[in-house]
């Protein structure tokens, strides 16, 4: 969740450094709008969370699938196959 924007405050800054109220208050409309597709830290951290474990499954994964090579290889060049 994004946090929070004021846009009054925004339009108050804006005109108060020379633009016409209008204008202002567009800016702000705008800036608010396009805010709900920030990521925030707690997004961040929970996607980095998330990629963390996806590989850590992958890595046991083909680790497993190293072992049942190898294992299988060995079994065929030693004659138990």
């Known amino acids: 969740m994004a946090?929070?924007?004021d846009t009054l405050q925004a339009?108050?800054?804006?005109e108060s450094s020379g633009f016409e109220r209008q204008q202002a208050e567009a800016v702000a409309a705008v800036v608010q709008s396009v805010q709900g597709d920030l990521a925030t830290?707690?997004?961040?951290?929970?996607?980095?969370?998330?990629?963390k474990a996806e590989?850590?499954?992958?890595?046991v994964a083909i680790i497993g699938?190293?072992?049942?090579?190898?294992?299988?290889?060995?079994?065929?060049?030693?004659?138990?196959?």
């Open 3 to 5: 946090s929070a924007f």
């Open 11 to 14: 339009a108050k800054q804006l």
């Open 41 to 51: 830290k707690a997004d961040l951290s929970a996607t980095k969370a998330d990629l």
């Open 55 to 59: 590989i850590l499954k992958a890595a």
């Open 65 to 81: 699938l190293n072992a049942a090579i190898m294992f299988g290889l060995l079994r065929l060049f030693m004659g138990e196959g």
